[in-house]
Structure formats: structure tokens, C-alpha cells
């Protein structure tokens, strides 16, 4: 006969004060619910007799513990935070761009108070979003005007809904790309009423290809950035000047889907050049397109800058309206573009041109730091040594330019490669490297709280021990 008198009731359980703790952090019905569970847990395993006696103290006390547990189990963030260790800065899968500590200032702002966000503080009346922000980028890159959406998507999306519903939009068939799996030219093209116009051939494409195309039915001529892939060999493109004077003199604009968006000359950086924003609209763009989370460093974010009635007639379209941004990023945008200003505080300040920027030297002193640590920690379970290895811009910028870098390189000793990196990302804040040559690379080029690391990886023997 099993005694199930020491079992406590929910009530009891929550007069103890670790329960009491936990309903005033999880709410009072999910703590009932959890408590009501391990009751239900501690009454099988009465049943089964395979717990040992336990007085009715105990068991209140287990119950809540358990209870606490399972609730702050339950509590993780939908996207915990990760170290980014795949050597890969703007990670789509890793949240591209980090903030720079101005733009998280300001964003925080933002969400703690009213803003004057759509409001006139001279006149007292209704004013608009983000003409102010539209002002700063459109000053900063030399633009007539400039129109904010939620991401580059709906930038190019925007732009083809208002110039080219029910016409055809010329493109060379060499940049019909795809971007991640979802964004694809031919299909953007399709959600925004434009009809594709493809001229050319994959590898060559001529004038004569785009002026042999314009017609009555001609609604804009595109070029797109082959964000991550090259076309080498026999190969032949239009360049952007000459697209820019056909589409004038054929009355349509000429839309220049840049994809990163970059403002500064990463040359002077040593870093190999990317065509900017300003080249762009020197070049005749006349709606240039790019993100705000990839080489801008900022939140979230799309952009369409240059001619004014072409700018003004996006601005005035309704899918505007659907794809504006809130408050939020929106104060994290303009402080983002305030350091843009300046080619100093964006190496300075911005992380995405922190770890752009870094020295192998640097990176290499740190492995030094990080191995003399970690060796002992590790023993004979894991081996740490430095390794030599490319790291990459990633999103879609210089798909094929490669950032000399250093990494980590771990081997556990009775572990496949593929199981310490899963040993790796099942920490308490994951750690996120690449397997390369049965061993996991933890590339240096992204990382700065050492200190961080070291609290992780410190837990990687125990983590291992798990596993086996
Ligand atoms: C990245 C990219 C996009 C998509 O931008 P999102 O900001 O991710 O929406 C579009 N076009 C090009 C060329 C890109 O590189």
C-alpha cells in the first residue's frame, strides 16, 4: 500500500518561499500549473516506489525547486543571445549588425518614454515619421531625397510597386539573384506587379541587349548587386552610368539595388573597395536601394535615396505604409547615421567595423590570451591550439573578398568534431564556430568579451561529460 500522506497540496507548496519567488516572477496561475505538474510527477514516483521517503517538508521544499526550475527553463528569450564565432560578421542567421552603444542608447530612449515621432514641436501639429531621418541619410550620401522601410526587400518591393505595376523592368539575365532563399528577383518582381524584362545572358550582357528591350512597355531598368556570387571569365556587364542615361532618356528611373550599402571607401581600410551609396548616385542611380543592418551597422532597415519625384512618389505609395518602421529602430537608426558621418567613429564605434577592421596581430594576441587560459581547463579532454583561417563580410557584401583571421581550434579527445560543436552550442550562452578539418574553429575576428567566453567555455568539460 503506497503512502501518499506526505503529498502536499498546491497550496501548501505555495506558501513556501521559493514558490513565493517564483509566482511573483512567473505570474501566480503558470506557477500553479508547474507546482500542480511535479505534484502530479512526485505522486508517480510514490506510486512506482522508486523515490525515497520523504518527509512532507521535503516535499514541499523539492516541489518548488523543481517548480522554479522548470519555470525559468520555460522563461528563455525566443533568440537567446549567441557568441558568433563562425567568422562570418554579418551572420543573417546570427542577427546581422551589432549596435553600436549610441544607437542602443537611443533606441532604449525611445521605448521608455513618448517621442515626438510623428509630431511638429514647432507648429504643435501632426508632423511626419521620418522626414528627419530621411533628411540625415539623404545629407550624408548626397542624395535629393530619401524614403525609410523595414529592410531592403521592401525597399526594392516599394520601388517596383510605384514605377513599374503592369510594365516591364529591364534586368540583365547575369543578376536575376537570390539572397537567402527567400529573396529572389524574379519573385519580388512578381509580388510587386512588375513584370520581368530579362536581356542579356548569364555571363554577358550589352547596351544594345537593354535598348533593344525599351519600349512603351518599359516601366524602369534595373541593375542588382550579385551580393554572393561572381561571374568570372568571358563576361561583359553594362555599367551603371550608361543604364542610368538610357533610363533618362527614356523617361523611366533607374533603380540600383546596392543590397549592403556602403557609405564609406573601405579601401582606406586596407579592406578590398565596395561600390558606396554616393558612387551610386554619382553613377545616375535614381533609386538606390540597401539595408540598414548589413555595412551600415544599424537596426533593421531599407532604404531608397535619390531623384526627388521618384523618391516622393514611393514616399506616397500605400505599401509605404506597410512596411514603415516604429520608434524603436528608428531612434536607433539615427544615431547609427549620426556616427556614419564621421570614417573615425564608425571604426570606432560601430561594431561591424570594429571586427571588419581588426588586425590578425591583434586577433592572434588574443588566441595567445584565450589558450594560455583555457589549456588548463580543458586537460586532456579538449585540445585548444591556434589556427590560421578566412574569415568573410557576409550578407551579401564582397561575396568573394577574405578577411585573413585567426581562430581557436578545438578537437575534444573521444568526441567527433560534430559532436563538440554541438557540445559547444548546448552551453548556457551557446558558442557558435564552424567544423573544418575534424576540429571546431571558434574564429577571434567577432569576439570581445574574453571574459565572457572564458565563463563559457570554462563549463565545456562538464557540457562533454554529459555527452559521453
Ligand atoms: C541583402 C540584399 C537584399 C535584401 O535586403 P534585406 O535588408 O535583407 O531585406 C536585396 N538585394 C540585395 C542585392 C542584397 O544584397
Redesign the pocket.
Known amino acids: 500500500m503506497v503512502d501518499f500522506r506526505n503529498l502536499p497540496s498546491v497550496d501548501e507548496v505555495l506558501r513556501n518561499p521559493i514558490a513565493k519567488k517564483a509566482s511573483h516572477v512567473y505570474g501566480h496561475a503558470p506557477t500553479c500549473d508547474v507546482i500542480r505538474a511535479q505534484i502530479d510527477l512526485m505522486r508517480h514516483a510514490m506510486a512506482r516506489s522508486d523515490s525515497k521517503a520523504l518527509s512532507r517538508a521535503q516535499a514541499v521544499e523539492q516541489i518548488a525547486h523543481s517548480a522554479l526550475t522548470s519555470l525559468s527553463d520555460e522563461a528563455q528569450p525566443a533568440h537567446p543571445p549567441v557568441f558568433n564565432m563562425t567568422g562570418t560578421i554579418l551572420h543573417t542567421n546570427l542577427g546581422r549588425a551589432q549596435y553600436a552603444p549610441q544607437a542602443i542608447a537611443a533606441a532604449t530612449q525611445a521605448m521608455q518614454g513618448a517621442v515626438a515621432l510623428e509630431y511638429d514641436l514647432e507648429t504643435g501639429r501632426r508632423g511626419h515619421r521620418d522626414s528627419a531621418i530621411a533628411a540625415q541619410i539623404a545629407k550624408l550620401v548626397g542624395a535629393e531625397a530619401a524614403c525609410i522601410v523595414n529592410?531592403?526587400?521592401s525597399a526594392?518591393l516599394l520601388a517596383l510597386a510605384t514605377h513599374s505595376l503592369g510594365r516591364e523592368t529591364i534586368v540583365s539575365r547575369g543578376e536575376l539573384?537570390e539572397?537567402g532563399g527567400s529573396?529572389r528577383i524574379p519573385s519580388i518582381m512578381e509580388a510587386a506587379g512588375a513584370r520581368l524584362r530579362e536581356v542579356g545572358t548569364t555571363n554577358r550582357t550589352h547596351l544594345h541587349d537593354f535598348q533593344g528591350a525599351i519600349g512603351a512597355q518599359t516601366g524602369a531598368i534595373m541593375k542588382?548587386?550579385t551580393?554572393n556570387y561572381v561571374i568570372e571569365g568571358f563576361t561583359k556587364h553594362v555599367p551603371a552610368k550608361e543604364l542610368a542615361d538610357l533610363a533618362k532618356s527614356a523617361d523611366v528611373p533607374f533603380i540600383d539595388?546596392l543590397?549592403?550599402g556602403v557609405l564609406h571607401d573601405l579601401s582606406a581600410w586596407g579592406l578590398p573597395a565596395e561600390r558606396t551609396v554616393q558612387q551610386a548616385l554619382e553613377d545616375g542611380g535614381d533609386l538606390v536601394t540597401f539595408?540598414g543592418d548589413?555595412l551600415l551597422g544599424g537596426p533593421q532597415a531599407?532604404f531608397i535615396v535619390g531623384r526627388k519625384d521618384y523618391v516622393a512618389a514611393c514616399n506616397a505609395h500605400p505599401i509605404k505604409r506597410a512596411v514603415r518602421l516604429d520608434k524603436v529602430r528608428l531612434a536607433a537608426l539615427s544615431a547609427t547615421l549620426q556616427l556614419n558621418a564621421d570614417a573615425e567613429l564608425v571604426a570606432r564605434d560601430l561594431p561591424t567595423m570594429r571586427f571588419l577592421t581588426r588586425t590578425v596581430a591583434e586577433l592572434d594576441a588574443m588566441a595567445t590570451r584565450l589558450i594560455e587560459q583555457l589549456a588548463p581547463k580543458f586537460g586532456s579532454a579538449v585540445r585548444v591550439s591556434r589556427a590560421e583561417c578566412d574569415a568573410q563580410i557576409g550578407?551579401?557584401a564582397l561575396p568573394t573578398a577574405k578577411l585573413p583571421s585567426i581562430a581557436l581550434q578545438l578537437q575534444a579527445r573521444d568526441l567527433s568534431a560534430q559532436s563538440l560543436a554541438a557540445a559547444l552550442r548546448a552551453l548556457r550562452v551557446p558558442v557558435i564556430g564552424r567544423v573544418a578539418n575534424n576540429a571546431v574553429l571558434l574564429d577571434l575576428r567577432c569576439l570581445e568579451d574574453e571574459a565572457g567566453l572564458l565563463a563559457q567555455l570554462g563549463g565545456l568539460v562538464a557540457q562533454l561529460e554529459k555527452q559521453w
Open positions: 529592410n531592403n526587400a526594392v539573384v539572397i529573396f542588382v548587386h551580393s539595388d543590397g549592403s539595408s548589413k531599407g550578407s551579401g
